[in-house]
């Protein structure tokens, strides 16, 4: 089951790549776990996630094909 | 005009409304010229800063002859020109909570073009306390991003920043534009759009950009729209919140605590006598893709990731630095915070740096 993860702003800082792809993860909890694994700075960064484009309050289940946005806060101007 | 939809009644809309820009920088100065163009009624623009030359990539509505010269009286003589129509109000300050309730009041509609958190959250608030829409706008590296909040519909809670992120980011977390540089048609890009949404929600032609948050890849040319829903964990925001919340820093206390650590701040000759001595560490706290690459033999980890890893820094004295001298202050106070060791940040940067050995040679 594979999911797609998407990364704005300064959290492309940490991943330096925009996009990757994870597999294995039920639901966004487990997701992110796997994502701070990966990337533990992630771990002290504010951001909301969206699923398919739609900003998440709770933990949701992931399947197939899912995207996944993480979004911190853009300040500059 | 003839566009269909668009006629009589919408331009005494525009002629009638009131909007405030805060910020005239990158985003503020576009939003501002299609505003005008568009025959807003009254502007009022509202920034304290004199044009630089560092701004002129991405404000092109100043030119290299108004170095030094206020923005808002530049931008202001400027919209009269385009057009004499247009009631202009000149505010040459930076927003904050003494000033902002008072002047949002003024408004129907007000354009977020600030480029910090602490503007960014003081409007946010007082537009909600006040009842009034307003057009966020911001950027970060190549992207920008534009939503429409606090724009009331009957029976919706109506979302606004805060149902994003409910508490103001850390001082200096993240670099700004003037630090890191900015392509400059990316925020006017961003400027663009805002303008748009403030002539829709003024003529309420189409459907604004309310409860959405558009972001802007100007690597990719793609638009990334995300669905936002209101956060029922946020605090009731009324005048006794703006009141008691301190924008300048950060509600979180280890962040504050931080604040009032003094650190040294040292100039390029003092920099470049510490530089010599083997017992100083050299800490670059850019980003890993920031330039320019420097010559003397340092350690990096980007500000980003220093709080995880400051376990990795040697236990002597520290030198931060960075490209302007602004995240070095903060790194430095954390280090010296976490650390227990001296630490010193380069005041300028890397920026004063070369400007110095490079008019040495």
């Known amino acids: 089951m594979e999911i797609q993860v998407i990364f704005f702003g300064s959290i492309i800082d940490i991943t330096n790549t925009n996009q990757i792809m994870i597999n294995d993860c039920i639901d966004t909890q487990s997701l992110m776990n796997e994502l701070i694994a990966q990337f533990p700075s992630i771990g002290n960064k504010k951001y909301f996630v969206a699923v398919n484009q739609k900003m998440i309050q709770t933990n949701t289940l992931l399947k197939t094909g899912d995207t996944v946005a993480l979004m911190p806060p853009f300040s500059g101007g | ?361």
Request: hydrophobic share 40%; proline share 4%.
């Open chain 2, 1 to 361: 005009m003839i566009l269909p939809g668009f006629g009589s009644e919408a331009q005494g809309k525009l002629s009638q409304a009131k909007v405030l820009i805060v910020g005239m920088g990158g985003l503020g100065c576009p939003a501002l010229q299609y505003l005008v163009g568009a025959g807003v009624g009254t502007i009022g623009i509202m920034d304290a800063d004199k044009i630089s030359k560092s701004n002129l990539h991405r404000q092109l509505l100043f030119n290299e002859n108004e170095l030094g010269l206020l923005k808002v009286s530049v931008a202001a003589k400027k919209a009269k020109a385009q057009n004499s129509f247009v009631q202009m109000e000149e505010y040459p300050f930076a927003i904050n909570q003494n000033n902002a309730t008072e002047i949002i009041a003024n408004y129907d509609l007000v354009i977020d073009a600030t480029d910090n958190f602490s503007a960014k959250y003081l409007i946010n608030d007082v537009c909600v306390w006040l009842k009034k829409p307003f057009v966020f706008g911001a950027v970060s590296g190549y992207e920008g991003q534009v939503a429409v909040f606090n724009s009331a519909k009957a029976g919706v809670v109506p979302i606004h920043y805060r149902h994003l992120f409910p508490v103001q980011p850390a001082v200096n977390e993240i670099a700004t534009c003037e630090e890191t540089g900015v392509v400059g048609v990316l925020p006017g890009i961003i400027g663009t759009m805002q303008a748009a949404e403030a002539i829709k929600l003024i003529t309420g032609i189409g459907n604004p950009l309310c409860d959405r948050l558009l972001t802007y890849d100007f690597l990719t040319a793609r638009w990334f729209d995300i669905e936002i829903n209101s956060n029922e964990e946020i605090p009731a925001i009324d005048e006794h919140f703006i009141n008691t919340t301190n924008y300048q820093i950060d509600c979180d206390m280890a962040e504050s605590d931080v604040e009032d650590i003094d650190i040294d701040e040292i100039d390029v000759s003092q920099f470049l006598e510490l530089k010599s001595d083997s017992n100083v560490f050299i800490l670059d706290v850019r980003e890993l893709h920031e330039y320019p690459t420097i010559d003397f033999s340092h350690a990096q980890i980007p500000m980003s990731t220093l709080k995880e890893l400051m376990h990795q820094l040697p236990a002597k004295p520290i030198c931060v630095i960075c490209h302007q001298g602004i995240r070095s202050v903060y790194a430095a106070q954390l280090i010296k915070l976490h650390k227990q060791v001296e630490a010193y940040s380069l005041r300028g940067g890397l920026t004063a740096y070369f400007n110095k050995v490079n008019n040495e040679q």
